[in-house]
């Protein structure tokens, strides 16, 4: 028969810990009193492993978690669940110090021991995975993804098959491999909408399907149009969950369908973000700036109980959208301020690995060349291109690619063409291993520039037409509209008038969607020399509409430069990151 006194003290522990709030305090204490009592040593392992429990996940105390955690492993000997969450937790602990190794070893002789338990083997697989993932060994990971993809089909368990096939197909999007990624996710919608069961896990695993898809289709492939009612889709899932109580994600009928992606919270903020960045590509600015505000609204309510390393990539990667909306505005006092608030955020954050730290830095010195781009600083934006490409990571195609155009822009204003000819030639070999749609039509645009400095005005114009077709079709509104303006251009200084209004025209038609002022700046000037030259009634009513451009630009131009962080940043290359306070 239990011991009255240990019985007394554990529904203690649990009324304290189960509590509104919660005690934790006074659970931790009855819990230790237990520990004064002789207990059997299975009896006692369960005890430290509650104790384990509540200091690792709601106290700061590592050091007595993983005695706890220590002492539950050696008392049960037996590979049951005490031993196995307790080798899971323990592991854990050392992954949030950073200590992979260790945490490594532990995980490795859980999956041994728990080859028999089916939930315990898939929840250690997908621990030792999320490591492997988080350090960027991207080959191990898929080696105990497969593992997990042939267990789950031995013991027929489809939901964790399905969550195991698409972790595969997240791994070869990081890789690049947009179309093994690709037909991993074929199969999966149709397997997802065979499940049955509890309607809040099988909903987290199609937005997670959903999530991957647009992934490889819309930022993979440059597909954008064709994206679009997939994102339709996973915003209604997302709504779909947000109908139902958060109490059913915890009524499990089988252990193997209970493992979920991410939390609720964290699913809500990722819809958003893939929302923000596809109405970036596709030029629709304004709602990309409401979204991205939605969004950090929501990221500031989950920080205050959360601080994971995705939340704070999630919020750095809305910042990105947001100072290159902001750049395409014309706001570029925002934009260097909110570039501040990047390198403080930066600064703050303890990346996973070395490697994100300096993907970080290599993102913030592209957007400080963004900024100086659009204020005509050519030389500071030329070093800061340089600096951003100056040490390679893998997977860094597209990232490479985007500066290395932005370079090519500024060669071609300051005429520096033998330095551009290697560049479009870099940028040429990567279009050969590319299928994006958008990156193809960038490279089009810049060939076609090239071309046209050379007065090569045939091939210019075909390049120009592949470009303006393949932006079309997807709609790429910005690019698309930069093709119209330069094609304009081309009509305009050779003659022909007509065609160059017909072109400059659409442009116009485009910029009421994309509200990119600096390219209504150019193309209204261009409409005003074309009306001039024409003796067009509209003239008068132009060069109104120019001066006010023109003023509004000029006015944001003066009150970035007159900045502390227009100074303080645009000179920074090297080094830990500058802010200003």
Known sequence: MADPVYLALLGSAEYFRTSTPPNYRLAIQCLQAILTIRLPPLIEAKIHLFLGRLYSQHTTNTDMASMHLD????????????????????????????????????????????????????????????IYHSQEDYNTALYYVDRGIEFTARINALFCQILFQLTKAMLRLLVKDYMDAQNLLKPCLDRINSLQGNFTHIETLRIFYLVLH???????????????????????????LASRPEEEA??????????????????????????????????????????????????????????????????????????QSHLIYGNKSMAIKEINTLCRLHTATNPLSNNIAIQRTLTIHALLGFYATSMNFNEAAETQFATALRSRFPGDKEFRFVVLANLIVIYLRTSKMANLIPILQQINIELNSTQSAILHSIGNLLNGLQNLTQTRIHEAKELFRRSANLASNEDLNKVLANTFIILGHMFFRM?????????????????????????????????????????????????????????????????????????HLLTWTDGACPMIN
């Not at 050392?94 to 929840?123: E, V």
């Not at 509200?515 to 009306?531: E, H």
Request: hydrophobic share 40%; aromatic share 8%; charged share 15%.
């Open 71 to 130: 002492k539950a492993c050696h008392l049960a000997q037996m590979p049951d669940d005490i031993k196995l969450e307790s080798l899971s937790l323990l592991a854990k602990i050392y992954t949030n110090q950073n200590q992979f190794a260790p945490a490594i070893t532990l995980l490795q002789q859980a999956y041994d021991l728990s080859s028999q338990q089916p939930y315990w083997h898939c929840r250690i697989t997908f621990q030792i995975i999320s």
């Open 214 to 240: 647009i992934s490889c289709s819309c930022f993979g492939l440059g597909q954008i149009k064709s994206s679009k009612n997939a994102l339709i889709q996973l915003q209604q899932s997302i709504q779909n």
């Open 250 to 323: 915890y009524i499990v009928t089988n252990p193997l369908e209970q493992f979920t992606w991410l939390s609720r919270d964290h699913l809500n903020v990722l819809v958003y973000l893939l929302t923000v960045f596809h109405s970036m590509l596709s030029g629709r600015l304004e709602k990309a700036l409401k979204y991205a505000d939605k969004a950090q609204a929501q990221i500031e309510q989950i920080k205050s109980m959360d601080h994971s390393p995705f939340l704070m990539a999630v919020e750095m990667l809305f910042y990105e959208c947001r100072i």
């Open 495 to 567: 003659h022909s008038y007509q065609e160059s209004a017909n072109m400059l025209q659409s442009a116009t038609t485009i910029n009421q969607a994309v509200p990119d002022y600096t390219a209504q700046l150019n193309t209204m000037s261009l409409l005003r020399d074309l009306y001039h030259v024409c003796g067009d009634p509209r003239l008068a009513e132009t060069n109104d509409r120019v001066i006010q451009l023109n003023d509004n630009l000029q006015k944001d131009y003066q009150t970035a430069l007159a900045l502390a962080e227009h100074r």
